[in-house]
């Protein structure tokens, strides 16, 4: 664990989607944990998988490679759940594995490159970083929320 | 938090107490019970906020509650006869005496408005203050000259303390020697030198004599005055402070004078001796010294402000005063002192109430996994289980018992809602409650005012009839608001009542027709028409008043209840009045529910709603339109909701030949029957919330997590019929105004 960072410095959580690499800031996340079967919520978006009970808590699951518009994961004890926390609210993202744990200079996230029409990451990526020659894309939480939560129905 | 916020926090707690008493003393005194222990009561109040008040120097309030006592106190001795005029004005004033202390709590500006009218009303009343003091005068004074004041208005006789204890024999220990003659004004506060001396008597051995030595000639005997004096001793080592803190709330309304005595230096005052002859040490403090202490450490200085920097804090101070008149008034009624209570913080009993949610869990896993091991399980651990069930529930109930509340206090906070419409409206109005002891959870006591305070406004506003009206109909000119709790069957069940002139079903219904809420050619039942007022975007009023009618109306008051898993309900009688039934759970964190199976998932169905379940028998069952069903229960149709379908997570009903029925009855919808595939348990579920992490969602009132750990939804009934009748277009001519 690098823990000398300057404010500069931003510590990243690497995960992997469909053979993809991406990644979410550490200070949102709360905790790692397995998979779990959920239980559905009625009407809700086709990309949220359920809730399951995180010691007690009721956390909903979103099953972020059909929130990507990639095919949606057929999740088994394998995979991985991150449990987020914005804005008070815990949500967990479901993906295939977590890999790595980075710590670079914020500097170092470029832009996300303009890539063709239909790439629907574009509204959840906030940028890029290049690691070990590999492209990781930094995930904006806030953005993957459901938005109009009440109006799911 | 500095010992002064929390002195101050204390003042506030203590001063929302003081202002339901009050508001209870003189509601009291309104329905004609002006004994002297109700206004005494109320008194109490007024001037325990204005004491606390003054330590902090809030000059408003204190100038205020000052006026306010001192009507009070003329009502006290009966120079001022308290006729509904004048309890109207005092009750306005508690309500101001409220706002001002709210204001002084959040440390807002006091515009000068907001009380001077009132102020100057009570002041009228009062007579222009004949014999003003100062507002500080009574407890703050430390001038303590012993002159004897002929103050007029003094009515009653002066107390003979009888029958207390004669001195007795034995000296043991250090004793007080005190000098103790009331002025006349003491006893025109109401004070009685006897409780004094009775409090005195628990600090020792006590030995009175009463003093006639002033007694003028029959000439010169002014029957308003007091010329007895008391000389007690007390045995036993009291305490300077004791004994002063008893005098306190006389102190400027006597002369005292206060010595001790080793109790080697003294013989016993001998019980003949008509004046005690005691040594006067000259080193002793005299009461001004000591008294001086007690209000404000150091001489000289104001000693209002004094007593904030003293530790102990002033209510501490003020409730020694007190004691010994609250004991006598509150002698022989029902409501004994509150000594066994302790304040506690919320969060604490809401993270101990969520610890037992998670042992309730547990405690349901731990007997789900013996179950599921396969072994034989022996007969003891069987037995253990189900004892370690009992007591969770047990301790389950007793911490819910915690939370629980009566609604008195929301009651209270109603009357004053009552009178300001009233004011507001020119409409005669009085509020009856019933049930006030009921108890239901804080949470939703706390959430329940908005709702109530709505409803009221709509029966005062647009229930009752001007009192003209009232009259021309052969009613009483004052209207009559019912506002009543009770428990029944699980539930608390409030209901607003009002004999107005009850619900114009025409109006209702052309105005829903205007806009667009029924069809035109809808035929309404009489309970369908009352029930329109829930829509959103309903409103009858005519013309729009600041009190109600903002077209956010009921419906409004009606999600609100529903959120509170609540249900609400009409009942209106043409020219009788309405009624507003709202039944609400106990609890919001545990309920009783029917555990069912639909399509591989498990639901909840609240044990309330539920009527009865069924195994449909081949017949029972038969088609309604394109895809709805009827369910045959004992020669009565009911509609059928297939649970599956309307919370969208299988296309196809359920099979008619395994499927279970669970008929339930909700306030809005009447009987239908749920369709589920398996009954699985019948047992209490702890409530999660669905909305802190995820938001509403429909057909769901909340999650739960079951005995396998696995989370599982709570069916909200009221909605799943909604939809169901919705979706089978059953006999609902109502056109749904879509929220979202």
């Known amino acids: ?153 | 938090m500095d010992p002064m916020a929390a002195i101050r926090d204390t003042f506030f707690q203590e001063c929302e107490e003081q202002l339901s008493a009050l508001e209870e003393g003189l509601l009291e005194m309104e329905d004609g019970n002006t004994s002297l222990d109700t206004v005494n009561a109320v008194f109490r109040a007024v001037h325990s906020i204005k004491g606390g008040a003054g330590a902090f120097k809030l000059t408003e309030l204190v100038s205020f509650a000052h006026v306010f006592e001192t009507c009070l106190d003329k009502i006290r001795s009966q120079t001022l006869q308290p006729d509904p005029d004048v309890i109207k004005l005092l009750l306005r004033s508690a309500d101001i005496l409220a706002d001002l202390v709210t204001r002084c709590r959040q440390g807002t500006a006091i515009e000068k408005s907001l009380y001077e009218g009132l102020q100057a009303e009570l002041e009228n009343v009062v007579g222009g203050l004949a014999d003003d003091q100062s507002a500080e005068d009574d407890f703050g004074s430390i001038d303590f000259t012993p002159t004897v004041i002929a103050v007029g208005g003094f009515e009653s006789e002066p107390a003979e303390p009888t029958g207390m204890s004669e001195a007795s024999g034995e000296a043991v220990g250090p004793v007080a020697s005190i000098m103790f003659r009331p002025h006349s004004g003491l006893y025109a506060k109401a004070n009685e030198p006897l409780v004094i001396i009775r409090e005195l008597a628990t600090l020792g051995k006590l030995a009175c004599r009463t003093s006639f030595d002033l007694l003028p000639d029959i000439e010169a005997f002014d029957p308003a005055e007091n010329y007895l004096s008391f000389e007690i001793s007390i045995e036993g080592n009291p305490s300077y402070d004791d004994i002063t803190s008893l005098f306190e709330f006389v102190e400027g309304d006597c002369d005292l004078k206060i010595e001790m005595l080793a109790g080697d230096d003294v013989a016993p005052a001998p019980a003949d001796s008509p004046v005690l002859e005691a040594p006067v040490n000259d080193t002793m403090p005299t009461a001004d010294d000591i008294i001086a202490r007690v209000l404000g450490r150091q001489a000289g200085s104001e000693p209002t402000g004094e007593v904030i920097a003293l530790p102990a804090g002033t209510s501490a101070v003020d409730e020694r005063a007190e004691k010994p008149v609250e004991k006598a008034a509150d002698r022989g009624t029902e409501k004994g002192p509150a000594t066994k209570a302790i304040r506690v913080d919320l969060d604490r009993i809401d993270r101990l109430i969520n610890l037992v949610g998670e042992l309730v869990i547990n405690q349901a896993m731990l007997s789900l996994r013996v179950s599921q091991s396969g072994a034989v399980v022996a007969a003891n651990v069987g037995s253990s289980l189900e004892e370690l069930e009992r007591l969770t529930r047990d301790i389950q109930e007793s911490v819910m018992a915690i939370r629980a509340q009566p609604v008195k206090s929301l009651f209270q906070r109603m009357s004053r809602i009552v009178r300001e419409v009233a004011d507001q409206t020119g409409k005669a109005v009085r509020l009856r409650t019933d049930g006030e002891a009921t108890e239901i959870d804080k949470t939703v006591v706390d959430l329940l005012a908005d709702p109530l305070t709505h409803m009221i406004r709509n029966a005062v506003d647009h229930g009752l009839e001007m009192p003209d009206r009232r009259r021309e109909v052969g009613k009483p000119e004052e209207g009559t608001v019912r506002l009543s709790a009770a428990h029944k069957s699980g539930k608390v069940v409030i209901t607003i009542a009002d004999d107005g002139a009850g619900i114009n079903r025409p109006k209702v219904l052309e105005i829903a027709r205007r806009k667009g809420l029924v069809t035109e050619t809808a035929q309404l039942s009489d309970n369908e028409i009352d029930n329109l007022l829930f829509l959103p975007g309903f409103s009858t009023a005519t013309n729009v008043s600041s009190i109600s009618g903002r077209g956010v109306g009921m419906d409004v008051v009606k999600r609100s209840i529903q959120s509170l898993g609540g249900r609400i309900s009409i009942d209106s009688k043409p020219g009788h009045g309405s009624v507003f039934t709202m039944s609400l759970p106990l609890t919001l964190a545990v309920l009783d529910g029917i555990v069912v199976s639909v399509a591989d998932q498990t639901y909840v169905v609240p044990l309330t709603a539920v009527v009865e379940t069924l195994m449909p028998e081949s017949g029972m069952l038969s088609s309604l339109g394109a895809n709805g069903q009827a369910i045959r229960v004992r020669d009565r149709f009911l509609p059928v909701v297939d649970v599956g379908q309307v919370i969208g997570i299988r296309s196809e009903p359920a099979d008619r030949n395994s499927c279970v029925a669970v008929l339930v009855e909700t306030d809005g919808h009447g009987k239908s029957a749920l369709i589920v595939d398996r009954i699985q348990d019948q047992r209490q579920v702890v409530i999660k919330s669905l909305e802190t992490n995820y938001g509403p969602v429909e057909g769901v009132a909340a999650a739960t997590i079951l005995g396998d750990g696995r989370v599982a939804m709570i069916l909200d009934v009221d909605t799943l019929i909604g939809r169901g009748s919705e979706s089978t277009s059953s006999a609902q001519n109502m056109v749904y105004a879509k929220a979202s």
């Open chain 1, 1 to 153: 664990m690098t823990s000398n960072s300057t404010p500069a410095d931003i510590e990243l959580i690497v995960f992997r989607l469909a053979s993809i690499d991406y990644c979410v800031d550490i200070m949102q996340v709360r905790e790692i944990r397995g998979w779990t079967p959920a239980t559905p919520i009625p009407h809700a978006q086709h990309y949220m998988l359920g809730v399951i009970n995180l010691r007690g808590t009721v956390l909903p699951i979103i099953d972020l490679a059909d929130r990507f518009g990639l095919p949606p994961s057929q999740p088994n004890e394998r995979n991985a759940i991150i449990v987020t926390e914005v804005k008070n609210q815990l949500v967990g993202l479901l993906v295939d594995s977590v890999s790595d744990i980075i710590s670079i200079d914020r500097t170092e996230i470029q832009p996300t490159p303009e890539v063709a029409v239909g790439h629907s990451n574009r509204d959840f990526v906030t940028g890029v970083i290049g690691v070990e020659g590999r492209m990781v894309s930094l995930v904006s939480i806030e953005a993957i929320m459901p938005r109009h939560k009440a109006e799911a129905a």
